[in-house]
């Protein structure tokens, strides 16, 4: 499967919105949008993100052009860690069109997603980020900690936490 470039990508957003009239409001996130924060050399097959409406729609339409996507409405439900509150209110737009608008985490929001996952993958996006906009480890604890404060009790919290420790730690220690 060919790597997934963000010109090919808004191309097929385009294209999807001409066809069939639906708007997109696009809250990117994953491989194309690290690559959007600028990392060049970050490859992705798949799109990942929050989509305001049509979800089902949108992603039958990139299938059907071979490009798997993970879209849903609500970021905060792919995770039993909530996303910090107001995390739609800091995004920045990458793309703003009739009928088609792409948007990007705040940098903060996007190493909290990433660690609520916390893959080797998406810990190194993290530290990536962390560094390319001068994150603090003291950012990341407030953050994390909003989006523990939002979240169900669960004891899957407690892990979310120990990644949070073991990524700020981390980032303390590269600081130095």
Not at 5 to 10: C, M
Not at 95 to 111: G, W
Not at 119 to 126: G, H, M, P, R, V
Request: proline share 4%; hydrophobic share 45%.
């Amino acid at each position: 499967m060919p790597t997934l470039t963000l010109d090919r990508l808004t191309a097929l957003l385009r294209q999807y919105t001409v066809q069939t009239g639906h708007p997109i409001d696009l809250l990117l996130i994953g491989g194309l949008a690290i690559a959007a924060y600028g990392h060049a050399s970050r490859a992705t097959i798949d799109i990942d993100g929050e989509l305001r409406e049509g979800v089902r729609l949108l992603k039958e339409f990139l299938s059907d052009h071979g490009i798997p996507a993970n879209l849903g409405q609500s970021l905060s439900g792919w995770s039993v860690v909530a996303m910090p509150p107001g995390y739609r209110d800091r995004t920045t737009t990458l793309i703003d069109e009739p009928k088609l608008r792409v948007t990007l985490l705040a940098p903060v929001d996007f190493i909290v997603a990433k660690l609520r996952r916390g893959t080797d993958e998406d810990l190194e996006d993290a530290a990536w980020m962390a560094a390319r906009y001068q994150v603090t480890a003291q950012q990341v604890r407030a953050s994390a900690e909003a989006a523990l404060a939002a979240s169900l009790e669960d004891t899957a919290l407690l892990l979310f936490e120990r990644t949070v420790d073991r990524f700020c730690q981390n980032l303390t220690s590269t600081d130095r």
